[in-house]
């Protein structure tokens, strides 16, 4: 065989061997298309700056506050988990398996987005605050709700008022919406002379018990419960309603990136599982009471459906939030100040 003949086969074999890996391609693309849907809110694929089509990840991993035996959140987030309704909703959008992880407190799920085992998350307007603050890559998306209550909880026998504090030592999650509101109460009053240590809700429960500490904060159903049981309710935010907490839901940009119209569809999904909890109100109480290992009538004290926001953001939560930013920078609690408008993605 001349060389000449040579040349020409391989260069045939190499036009055929690259035909083929063409097709093998196309096949397997139209293969993946078929398992997984890629659809916007406006029912047409979702395009970068460049042009370029792009598809959402198949699975979604999702942040919340709080343990329990069921394994979901409460609000409008948890009853829509817990009914299917998000799952289902967002399949439409190629998203098809949703991972949830519940975390003990804000800090400790932030840290989770910051390394990127979280695509989004649910948690408190401080630990959102203090992590973008440090320079996370987040985007803020949804405030569910503006009327979070803290409350300071004596040990029985204890302090009985603000003044009572005096050289006593209180816990509080340090680094969350407790931390605001204790900072927040301490300097109104314009009390320094206490010792703060940090404790998870758990364990402060167990430490009040026993007399080691003398007040802690808490909220919700578990401050009503240490009141019935006889410990001491020395304030709560309702007194100050500039110190009452607000939710932020937060989405990493990095995710944005592969699935920019996520705030949208986000917010109506989560839209549609509230208007479907509020059709079925004791349902929902009843869901919350397991979530709690309360009651009905007591989640419907604590946790009224009407605190829910059927909107991503209001005057009045966008108020309080810069607030919250302004005192946690003010009292050096935050790294640094940030624009709160370029955060917040509407």
């Known amino acids: ?3 000449t003949t040579r040349t020409k086969r391989i260069q045939k074999a190499r036009l055929t061997g690259g035909l083929l890996a063409i097709i093998l391609l196309m096949l397997f693309t139209q293969a993946c298309g078929n ?3 890629t659809v916007s809110t406006s029912a047409s694929p979702s395009t970068t700056a460049a042009g370029a089509k792009t598809q959402a990840p198949a699975t979604l991993n999702y942040g919340y506050i709080g343990t329990s035996k069921l394994n979901f959140p409460g609000g409008a987030e948890g009853w829509g988990f817990y009914k299917g309704i998000i799952q289902e909703e967002l399949k439409k959008y190629g998203i098809t398996d949703v991972k949830l992880t519940a975390f003990p407190n804000g800090p400790d799920l932030s840290e989770s987005l910051i390394s990127g085992r979280l695509d989004f998350g649910s948690l408190g307007d401080t630990p959102a605050i203090l992590a973008k603050s440090t320079g ?4 803020f ?3 569910s709700a503006t009327d979070s209550i803290g409350y300071l909880i004596g040990k029985k026998n204890g302090p009985k008022t603000l003044a009572d504090l005096k050289g006593k030592t209180i816990t509080t999650q340090k680094g969350s919406f407790h ?4 900072a927040g109460l301490l300097k109104e009053n314009n009390i320094t002379d206490v010792k703060i240590v ?10 009040l018990s026993r007399g080691e500490v003398d ?3 808490n909220t919700g159903v578990f401050a009503l419960k240490q009141i019935d049981q006889g410990f001491t309710l020395i304030d709560d935010a309702t007194k100050h309603p500039n110190l009452l907490g607000t939710s932020a839901t937060v989405v990493t940009e990095d995710y944005l990136s592969k699935n920019p119209d996520f705030p949208k569809v986000w917010n109506e999904i989560r839209l549609k599982a509230l208007n479907d909890l509020k ?3 004791d349902d929902y109480y009843k869901f919350l009471a397991e979530l709690n290992n309360s009651t009905p009538e007591l989640m419907q004290k604590v946790s009224p459906i009407s605190g829910i926001k059927d909107v991503p953001f209001t005057d009045e939560g966008i108020k309080l939030i810069e607030g919250t930013k302004k005192f946690l920078v003010d009292e050096k609690l935050a790294e640094k100040d940030f624009d709160l408008n370029k955060w917040i993605l509407k």
Do not use: C, W
């Not at 940090?198 to 430490?207: K, S, T």
């Open 179 to 182: 931390h605001r509101y204790l």
């Open 198 to 207: 940090h404790m998870l809700r758990v364990d402060a429960e167990a430490a």
């Open 279 to 281: 059709e079925k109100p």
């Open 136 to 139: 996370a890559k987040t985007r």
């Open 35 to 37: 398992g997984s849907k």
């Open 1 to 3: 065989m001349n060389q």
């Open 141 to 143: 998306i949804t405030q």
């Open 215 to 217: 007040a802690m904060t």
